[in-house]
């Protein structure tokens, strides 16, 4: 049965760094991401890739976060370095379809990880 199981959650301090993890069972041939939900505020995509490994990343994650995928071992990550306490959220990985559009393309999560909660203080 495909199902996304995350682990990795913490509290770091500002300026360290943190990796999630996705187990993605089945999700071989899907686009993934990772999104973010802050109190008070809608999901956002953190960064995505699609399954030839064409990535992309929110502007305020670019040069700081990196998405990877491990097809072989099931497994979606996301090293984030120079964490910000704005970067405080619950962190989501996703798997769906890519849709491409004039200038780029977006992941749509038909699937979705249980959620961890990632805190950044200052």
């Known amino acids: 049965q495909a199902q996304l199981v995350q682990s990795g959650e913490g509290s770091v301090q500002s300026g360290e760094s943190l990796t999630l993890t996705c187990a993605a069972s089945?999700?071989?041939?899907?686009?993934m991401g990772w999104f973010r939900q802050a109190p008070g505020k809608e999901r956002e995509v953190v960064a995505a890739i699609d399954a030839d490994g064409t990535t992309n990343y929110a502007d305020s994650v670019k040069g700081r976060f990196t998405i990877s995928r491990d097809n072989a071992n099931n497994t979606l990550y996301l090293q984030m370095n120079s964490l910000k306490p704005e970067d405080t959220a619950m962190y989501y990985c996703?798997?769906?379809?890519?849709?491409?559009?004039?200038?780029?393309?977006?992941?749509?999560?038909?699937?979705w990880g249980q959620g961890t909660q990632v805190t950044v203080s200052s």
């Open positions: 996703g798997a769906g379809r890519a849709d491409y559009y004039s200038g780029g393309w977006y992941c749509e999560p038909a699937h």
């Open positions: 089945g999700f071989s041939s899907y686009c």
